[in-house]
């Protein structure tokens, strides 16, 4: 029989690791599909998804920069996606049409929480970011109960912003960096991309407590800018997003084949790749 349709959307893709990861999981779990990278004109994301369902795709990972684009395109959405005005996992249904779900805000809880143990429930948390991102994980990361939320971006009405549309979930402030100052937190997250560009957010002097935790989303094959911050900053423990990456993956996973993939062996072959890379 034919095998499964599968995609991840994207510009550009080329780097990917989603198929090598949605490859790993379906061996695993002995799923009969196939997924594949598949770049998209800039101008071209509605036909194409078009495309993909009425040819049979069951479903579509969404990166880059079509997460919005995405969102208008679900029939439907879960409460997640929605807030985060987002979308990044497409779904054939039953009934002909598309769900919408965003599984990154859970992805990185998830590897927080369950892959690296740390706890979240009444922790005084910075989210450094506003960008998609950063909106993507405040669901989640809130309904984990955190003691107090603050977001700082270099753009300070964006995290305006953000604070505003997630107040009823939690305790939340948002501002420049400069808000920062002064406080003591238990985790750090760096939602921002400065790292891509080998920089760090413009972080005032702010205490780390101990046994704090601090988080990139940024991956690579060493440790980003902001990981050797934390380090000299003596944070308790330092992780960067390559578990949440495959962790955004097990969920969409889960939503398309009802089986949930063992995650810590994918995320050590990843980082035997990146290594390698
Ligand atoms: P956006 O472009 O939506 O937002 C970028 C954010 O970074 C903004 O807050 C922007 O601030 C800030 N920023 C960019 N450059 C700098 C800089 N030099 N100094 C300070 N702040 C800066 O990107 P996303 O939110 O979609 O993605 C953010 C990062 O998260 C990316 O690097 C991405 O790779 C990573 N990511 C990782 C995932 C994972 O699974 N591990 C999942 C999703 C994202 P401003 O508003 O002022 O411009």
Not at 11 to 36: L, V
Not at 46 to 69: C, D, I
Not at 71 to 77: G, N, P, V
Not at 211 to 218: L, N, P, T
Request: charged share 20%; with cysteine.
């Amino acid at each position: 029989t034919e095998k499964d349709k599968y995609a991840v959307f994207g510009n550009p893709i080329k780097h990917s690791k989603s198929p090598a990861i949605h490859a790993a999981f379906a061996e695993q779990c002995g799923q009969h599909m196939q997924y594949r990278a598949v770049r998209v004109e800039l101008d071209g994301f509605q036909r194409a998804a078009e495309r993909f369902f009425a040819s049979g795709g069951r479903g579509l990972n969404v990166t880059l920069p079509f997460k919005q684009e995405a969102f208008a395109f679900a029939d439907t959405l879960t409460d997640r996606a929605r807030r985060a005005s987002a979308v990044n996992t497409l779904s054939a249904c039953e009934d002909g049409g598309i769900a919408g779900d965003n599984t990154d805000g859970i992805g990185l809880v998830r590897d927080m929480v369950a892959n690296l143990g740390w706890q979240l429930q009444g922790r005084r948390i910075a989210l450094l970011g506003a960008g998609g991102a950063a909106r993507g994980v405040l669901e989640p990361l809130l309904r984990e109960h955190p003691a107090v939320l603050m977001i700082a971006n270099r753009t300070a009405a964006r995290a305006h912003e953000l604070a505003d549309a997630f107040a009823d979930l939690g305790d939340i402030v948002g501002g420049g960096y400069e808000v920062l100052a002064g406080h003591e937190f238990d985790l750090v997250i760096n939602a921002t991309s400065a790292g891509l560009y080998g920089e760090l957010p413009a972080l005032p002097e702010m205490g780390l407590a101990e046994r704090s935790c601090c988080y990139d989303m940024v991956y690579g094959n060493e440790p980003t800018v902001f990981m050797r911050w934390a380090a000299q900053n003596t944070a308790w423990a330092v992780a960067d997003g390559l578990g949440m990456l495959v962790e955004q993956a097990a969920e969409s996973f889960y939503r398309w084949r009802q089986v949930r993939p063992a995650t810590q062996p994918v995320i050590n072959q990843m980082r035997q790749l990146l290594a390698a890379a």
